[in-house]
């Protein structure tokens, strides 16, 4: 039998799978295998293959199965069972390393170095949502692979935006909520929170819903915590003149020597597990610190090192137009004042910025906007930074 019959025959093993828990714009979370097809599998030929040839097939498969849809056989094959699960984890590289993105914990996880990573938020004005797409054809925003969503709430003193891998459950007590964006009164100054912490030396923060919300609710691999990564600021608008915003990104958890050659950022590299049981009570988890055995790999921004710094490109006055102009190469087709490129800047004083842009954003439809991101940031924080262009800002406008 040909190795390529072989990789035909074990994909029709685990289609059913693929079909039932992979489909482009399905809105839920994989989820495990049924105890049926795991029965199946175990009486297959498959259950008893040498270990060196199980490699060879599963590296060839995800070799060639390089993009959406056919890379749900990868995550097919992840969920056969522990050992594949384990081969597969080996085998897919970061999306930093491969540009993909395969596992959840991929959505946390710094993009590409050398390319854009493009998708598309489609916003629901009824039921203040967000969902974020990965983008399968490029010359189309009508069909993606789902990522995240998001859902807005507003409080009498500010708003949250809750993120979740999970578009039927977006609630901070589900067991896929993964982080949230919070904004002050004015709509000026927003923090990134991560339901885990990034780095050793995290802290949760000490507002009020740094809790767990609904204790039955929350799955015990993951700890519904605050911890702030990031601070975004917008200039705030005293005089009411007409033109771009300009905002303010300071990206806490990555140095800014990331994004020079040689630099590296925390990639987190699973889901934190710990033991609902083996948690702090509450009041301890509102003390200043608290922290977790497994934590993201790469270096960390200590007291003396910079944190990384990103600010809006300043568009130009096109004079034939009459109208503010930046180059997103193609990907933004309707002028919009929630526009926006972002670049590193350097921090030496200067006001110089870097050319490349590692995050963009713009509107393409009546609900539809691109989200273009790559290294040093991740698909939740650039989501999570998008979303922040959506909120109402009252002295910035």
């Not at 799955?219 to 608008?237: L, Q, T």
Request: aromatic share 8%; net charge positive.
């Amino acid at each position: 039998m040909s190795l390529k019959s072989m990789i035909q025959d074990m994909r029709g093993e685990f289609g059913s799978i693929s079909r039932k828990g992979f489909r482009s714009r399905s809105h839920r979370v994989v989820q495990d295998c049924t105890v049926t097809t795991l029965d199946a599998l175990k009486q297959s030929c498959w259950a008893n293959m040498p270990s060196e040839l199980l490699r060879d097939v599963l590296m060839r498969i995800e070799a060639s199965d390089s993009t959406w849809r056919p890379r749900k056989n990868v995550v097919a094959c992840a969920g056969v069972c522990r050992s594949w699960r384990e081969i597969m984890k080996e085998i897919v590289k970061t999306p930093e390393i491969c540009g993909k993105l395969t596992f959840p914990i991929s959505l946390k996880q710094p993009g590409p170095r050398d390319k854009l990573v493009q998708c598309f938020i489609r916003r629901n004005r009824s039921s203040q949502t967000y969902h974020l797409y990965l983008n399968l054809n490029e010359a189309s925003n009508d069909d993606g692979k789902f990522l995240l969503a998001a859902r807005k709430c507003r409080r009498p003193t500010c708003t949250d935006y809750i993120i979740s891998l999970n578009a039927e459950d977006v609630s901070k007590g589900s067991s896929t909520y993964i982080g949230k964006l919070r904004s002050n009164f004015l709509g000026t100054k927003f923090t990134i929170y991560d339901a885990q912490p990034s780095n050793a030396g995290a802290k949760v923060s000490k507002c009020r819903s740094t809790r767990f919300v609904g204790m039955k609710q929350v799955s015990p691999r993951i700890p519904a915590g605050n911890y702030p990564v990031a601070h975004i600021s917008y200039e705030v608008n005293v005089l009411g003149s007409r033109g771009p915003r300009r905002m303010m990104c300071v990206m806490d958890a990555i140095p800014a020597s990331s994004i020079e050659p040689g630099g590296a950022a925390p990639t987190q590299t699973e889901f934190v597990p710990v033991n609902i049981d083996s948690f702090p009570s509450i009041p301890f988890l509102r003390s200043k610190s608290t922290c977790v055995d497994n934590f993201p790999s790469g270096p960390l921004p200590s007291p003396k090192d910079e944190v990384l710094n990103l600010k809006n490109k300043a568009p130009r006055w096109h004079e034939q137009l009459q109208c503010w102009c930046l180059n997103f190469n193609g990907r933004v087709t309707v002028a919009s004042v929630k526009n926006f490129q972002l670049v590193a800047s350097l921090g030496d004083g200067t006001g110089q910025e870097h050319e490349n842009a590692i995050l963009q954003f713009g509107k393409v439809g009546e609900d539809v906007f691109t989200m273009d991101y790559q290294y040093p940031i991740s698909a939740f924080q650039a989501f999570a930074i998008c979303l922040s262009s959506f909120d109402t800002k009252i002295a910035c406008e």
